[in-house]
């Protein structure tokens, strides 16, 4: 069979056909190239046209190799009829979850049939033309194949996970949430009678002389005698803070601040402050509730967080979970596993519809859980990548137990070191590396202990479980992770964000002068946790939790250098109020940026070569097959989008379309509509062949569900990644993608 080779250059859906000159313009400006709508088709020189209908899905094992059927219509060239037929394929699959595309290849036809197809005509034989047009190679966008996965076996582990609900505070006033990282750690400024609270991402202070603290939101101050007390406006700051260190760029924006916009009385926000990861509901006076269709759910209007009412009592969406209180001055408890049907019952369209992935039972949250189990990849090669220099405050490299295990973990030291009976092991933006030391040298690891996959949720290292080993040679080795090295776990019938445990964070004064060295553990609460489907990560950050986005890397102490990164410079860019989405506090880096960077792209080296480089290569190259040509059994090819998606192939052999009046089989050339098991009742417009049983009809409508939702989704991230909705939650459904930021005032 001469299938030969061609590799379809396109990232998400158009809804119309798409001409070649305009593919071959989009790929020569090296931007990404459109997605071509479903069907495709292929034309040979000699005229013949092959028409693919969009795949079902019928396996995904591994996330590394697909089954699927599909639909195919053949025309030879001067006929205007079509011979309908169907094909039987599995490839090979590589994932790329930053552009929602899946890489299609070494295609291999396991079955064809052409039920209607003469035994005696001239021309060429509807066979040979798809033998010979077949692509070897298709993308196609990952919303598609999601939406048509078999849900029912997806895993759902939420045994270590905690859902104790964080203190949640609420406001129907302006207000902020200056989280501290447990008791306050203070550090002087030279020269001056002030100290700054280094493990918190605001810019807070204490003046020795007069024993007051001071916060800073934007340009403007607030003072207090006692943290928990009532903040009052500032008249005038103590001279000190006109002596803030001029070379010390992390004081930059501080200095811009002093002198300061005053604030009157009237203008001061309300501040609460927590010494644990918390939680802040602003809303803009009393609760406005407007009903959700046809249930009993409200949603609550005039507030920026996800605050939903059902039978009187309130619920509260956050970091995946679910809490429920009676009032909004009562406790909360844990809610995700017993939330009522009616949150099923959202609309697409609603503007909460952004907390469907957090719904079990619902597509959205099914999906959800499928996207965290697909590996991100990257081959290293052995002798060209480095390993970070590990360093250890103190005298010497300390390790304590890992509960559970025999394994203990570094703890004076920002990196993940993990030790067992004889053998270090050091993972870095999910790479691992071995050594015979703590302190290395260290080489790339091809084998990991099978305990590491053990560290429960518990323990500030679990996020290194989720990095394995996936292929070796002499020469490379392949690494992957999935969701949960950036803490988004799978649990309760969906996402979460967080393990839910809180660990008080390092730090250690050093015998030298200087500042104290400080570091946190991964938080659950406290950075205005939400789930991006478009991203599969959780987004992070809200004005009201701080200028950098909310607890995190407040600041860090590098004795080598003896610089002190504080706030924005540690844990996100300022421009972007610190959003990001799902932080990894250990390498200071994130999951995902607005580009679709991941991890393996921080290294910056030819020495790791992600494993969706593939995009990059559609994107740039003009090697794939000469878009403006055409297919044929001597080279060259070309696709052409088409508008009409209605054919679906039968597990019966048989090609089905659907329409108002139900499914119909192409039978004698013609379309006839089949009796419904349920009813028996037939179409008048078409006459009937017979019944469809209840297994095939059901499939049938799955698959229609599924290729419907895929195209929703589908163009949801397309428009996501337009920009649509950038700089804040799209007003329509869930396609945006930052929240918060500087809308949350």
Not at 2 to 12: N, Q
Not at 91 to 115: C, G, M, Q
Request: aromatic share 12%; glycine share 10%.
């Amino acid at each position: 069979m001469d299938k030969g080779r061609l590799l379809t250059m396109l990232t998400l859906l158009l809804c119309s056909f798409v001409p070649s000159s305009t593919l071959s313009q989009t790929q020569e400006s090296g931007g990404t190239p459109e997605a071509s709508d479903w069907p495709r088709e292929y034309v040979a020189k000699n005229g013949s046209r092959l028409l693919l209908f969009q795949p079902q899905l019928m396996a995904w094992e591994g996330w590394e190799r697909l089954e699927a059927r599909a639909a195919v219509a053949i025309q030879q060239p001067g006929d205007e009829g079509q011979v309908l037929g169907i094909v039987r394929l599995a490839a090979k699959t590589a994932v790329s979850t930053s552009e929602r595309l899946v890489r299609v290849s070494d295609i291999e036809l396991l079955e064809s049939r052409f039920p209607e197809a003469p035994e005696n005509r001239d021309g060429e034989d509807p066979q040979a033309i798809l033998d010979t047009l077949f692509p070897a190679e298709q993308i196609i966008s990952l919303d598609r194949i999601l939406s048509e996965l078999e849900k029912a076996g997806v895993k759902r582990d939420s045994s270590q996970l905690k859902a104790d609900p964080p203190p949640i505070f609420v406001s129907t006033s302006p207000a902020i949430l200056v989280l501290i990282d447990g008791e306050p750690i203070l550090a002087d400024i030279d020269k001056t009678k002030l100290q700054f609270v280094v493990n918190t991402n605001w810019d807070l202070f204490f003046d020795t002389k007069s024993s007051k603290y001071f916060l800073r939101k934007e340009n403007s101050w607030m003072e207090t005698t006692r943290l928990d007390g009532r903040w009052g406006a500032v008249d005038k700051l103590p001279k000190s803070f006109k002596k803030l260190p001029k070379n010390d760029p992390s004081f930059a924006e501080t200095r811009a601040a002093v002198p300061s916009s005053f604030l009157a009385p009237s203008q001061v926000p309300r501040v609460f402050v927590s010494q644990v990861p918390a939680e802040l509901i602003v809303i803009v006076g009393q609760p406005q509730l407007q009903p959700i269709g046809d249930t009993d759910l409200l949603w609550v209007t005039n507030t920026d967080n996800d605050l939903f009412v059902y039978q009187g009592s309130f619920y509260y969406l956050v970091a995946g979970r679910w809490f429920r209180a009676e009032d909004l001055d009562n406790e909360w408890t844990f809610a995700t596993e017993t939330l009522p049907l009616a949150f099923q019952q959202i609309p697409a369209e609603h503007p909460r519809a952004r907390v469907l992935p957090s719904v079990p039972g619902t597509p959205d949250a099914e999906e959800a859980v499928i996207l965290a189990q697909i590996p991100q990849t990257a081959t290293v090669t052995r002798d060209q990548i480095q390993a970070p220099k590990v360093v250890y405050y103190g005298d010497e490299p300390k390790f304590e137990p890992i509960e559970g295990t025999s394994l203990e973990r570094g703890t004076n030291t920002s990196f993940d070191v993990i030790r067992t009976e004889d053998r270090y092991y050091l993972c870095y933006e999910a790479v691992w590396f071995a050594s015979d030391g703590p302190e290395g040298p260290w080489i790339v690891a091809d084998t990991i202990p099978a305990e590491i996959y053990s560290i429960p949720a518990s323990s500030p290292s679990h996020s290194v479980s989720y990095v394995q080993v996936y292929d070796s040679t002499p020469v490379s080795v392949t690494f992957g992770y999935t969701s949960g090295y950036w803490g988004v776990y799978h649990g309760w019938g969906g996402v979460v964000y967080g393990t839910g445990w809180y660990w008080p964070p390092y730090y250690y004064y050093p015998p030298y002068y200087g500042y104290p060295i400080y570091y946190p553990y991964p938080v659950t609460y406290g950075v205005s946790a939400w789930y991006n489907p478009n991203t599969g990560t959780y987004g992070r950050g809200a004005a009201v939790y701080g200028p950098y986005g909310g607890l995190g890397r407040g600041a860090a102490y590098n004795p080598k250098t003896g610089t002190y990164a504080r706030g924005g410079a540690a844990y996100g860019p300022y421009n972007a109020r610190g959003w990001a989405e799902a932080y990894n506090p250990t390498t200071g880096t994130y999951a995902r940026t607005r580009q679709g960077a991941d991890v393996y792209g921080n290294w910056g080296t030819t020495a790791v070569k992600r494993g969706d480089d593939w995009v990059r290569t559609v994107t740039a190259s003009g090697d794939h097959g000469a878009l403006a040509g055409y297919r044929t059994s001597e080279g060259g090819g070309g696709f052409v989008g088409r508008d009409d998606n209605n054919l679906y192939a039968g597990r019966d052999g048989n090609v089905y379309r659907r329409n108002e009046s139900g499914w119909q089989k192409h039978d004698d050339g013609n379309w006839h509509t089949v009796e419904r098991p349920d009813t028996g009742r037939e179409s008048a417009r078409t006459p009937s062949t017979g019944s469809l049983d209840r297994s095939s009809l059901d499939q049938l409508n799955r698959d229609a569900y599924g290729r419907q939702r895929g195209t929703a989704n589908t163009d949801r991230y397309r428009n996501w990644n337009r920009g649509s909705g950038y700089g804040g939650r799209a007003a329509g459904g869930y396609g945006g993608a930052r929240r918060g930021g500087s809308r949350r005032r």
